[in-house]
């Protein structure tokens, strides 16, 4: 992650392994690529639904073949499995005994057309954009005086990760807020996530994904917005922040970044700690210290080989593996889950996502998000990038690593808002959708209007 790397392999493994919003339409990508179909739409005769435009924003919704949902249980069933661990913990990967009870519960009684229909009731949309399709969830409030809101997902999360808060965000006074602080709410799946369109050609980094929203957002009529994220959509919200279209009026990350130079120098050469460190800088230097060591394993084979892990494709219990290696903590509160003691995310939750991805055959083409961003990333995953814009801070105890005020204060110029939460992890808006929908509405709230 550092900047000063040398080499662009060396770069590469530094910038992006520190990571790691009804008629129904035929997506051409799924369709070219084996995919799940979904069935053909209706125009009648709207305007904006004319799919000879190229900017068309056309309806989707999406049915998974039954066909298809009976193959995935032949293969959890049919899985060739290892044998365990040689240890008692879970410092050799993801534990035996918990991939089997998930693979179990996966094969008989987890049910894809729960999630899918709550897909299905939400209004969703493709669009092309720079010669690639788009998907988003798109729910407006009532409330006409919403402030349009961008929410964009991370590996290895999609739009799933975000359904919890789309209501309490649209609709907040039903969950205990005021109608002032509502919001409309897009949700777009990254480039080869999901439903949206599977790269062909390199180059659909960063960058490119931060213009891509704010074409987005412009091209559904918002003349001002904010934007969320975290993982990958906090990279996506600091890099347009740093691109500030005049459009953007702020930006909230839980995952911020936030690291001086100087620890992140350290932290990628494995050289002992700055002296003079607070309680809360050497909190944030010890989780991104172990990190560093012992987390990277994942980032490191997408960010250089992805096109290696045809396994993911081709076995859903491997792939279940893969996704629920992501970082310690998170393991650690979905493996309680999957054993019976659910804290913000179940079983269902867990298979929903994963299962996403089986149907969307997007293991390998979301991996080379990695690899894209390693080519052209100057700065790691979490260095200062130089955000002028307002930002607001919510920082999870059990994120990879919790952001100091005094690291977020220097690193954020302009600053409008830091809270330190008592409770979640890598996945906010999954794990903890109260906690983030109140951390949303404070920290975009000096923002707005007065109405």
Do not use: C
């Not at 995310?345 to 969307?360: Q, S």
């Amino acid at each position: 992650m550092s900047s000063n790397s040398s080499s662009p392999t060396r770069r590469s493994v530094l910038a992006a392994s520190a990571a790691a919003g009804a008629v129904i339409l035929l997506p051409t990508h799924l369709a070219a690529q084996g995919g799940a179909r979904p069935s053909q739409p209706s125009n009648q005769g709207d305007p904006q639904m004319d799919m000879t435009k190229a900017d068309a924003i056309r309806p989707f919704t999406f049915h998974a073949p039954q066909a298809e949902l009976d193959d995935l249980r032949q293969r959890i069933k049919a899985t060739k499995w290892p044998e365990r661990e040689t240890v008692n913990d879970e410092t050799q990967g993801v534990q035996f005994a918990t991939t089997q009870k998930l693979a179990r519960y996966w094969g008989t009684d987890y049910d894809w057309r729960k999630v899918e229909a709550r897909l299905n009731a939400l209004p969703q949309f493709i669009t092309n954009i720079d010669g690639l399709d788009i998907h988003f969830i798109h729910v407006r409030s009532k409330n006409p005086n919403a402030l349009p809101l961008i929410v964009t997902h991370g590996w290895p999360g999609s739009i799933i990760e975000q359904l919890k808060i789309i209501d309490p965000l649209t609709n907040p006074t039903a969950h205990g807020a005021s109608a002032s602080d509502a919001f409309d709410i897009v949700i777009p799946s990254l480039p080869g996530y999901g439903f949206s369109g599977k790269p062909t050609t390199t180059g659909w980094d960063v960058p490119r994904i931060a213009r891509t929203w704010v074409t987005l957002m412009k091209r559904l009529g918002y003349t001002r917005f904010v934007a969320a994220g975290g993982d990958w959509g906090a990279q996506v919200v600091d890099e347009m922040g740093v691109q500030a279209p005049s459009e953007l009026l702020g930006i909230h990350t839980n995952m911020p970044g936030t690291v001086p130079a100087d620890i992140s120098k350290a932290l990628n050469f494995h050289e002992p700690a700055p002296t003079g460190l607070s309680a809360e800088e050497r909190n944030a230097w010890d989780q991104l210290d172990f990190f560093y060591k012992k987390g990277l394993g994942y980032a490191n084979e997408m960010a250089l080989r992805p096109q290696t892990l045809y396994g993911l494709a081709d076995s859903p219990v491997g792939l279940a593996a893969w996704i629920l290696d992501h970082d310690a903590s998170s393991y650690a509160m979905i493996a309680r889950a999957i054993d019976g003691q659910p804290e913000g995310l179940t079983p269902d939750d867990i298979l929903d996502n994963i299962t996403l991805y089986w149907l969307t055959n997007t293991a390998v083409s979301s991996a080379r998000l990695y690899w894209d961003h390693g080519v052209t990333a100057k700065k790691g995953f979490f260095d200062v990038k130089g955000v002028a814009i307002p930002v607001a801070v919510s920082a999870f105890p059990s994120e990879i690593y919790t952001a100091p005020r005094s690291w977020a204060e220097k690193a954020y110029p302009k600053l409008i808002h830091y809270n330190k939460l008592p409770k979640g992890t890598h996945f906010a808006a999954w794990e903890q959708p109260q906690f983030y929908s109140e951390e949303v509405r404070a920290g975009f709230r000096p923002l707005r209007k007065p109405t």
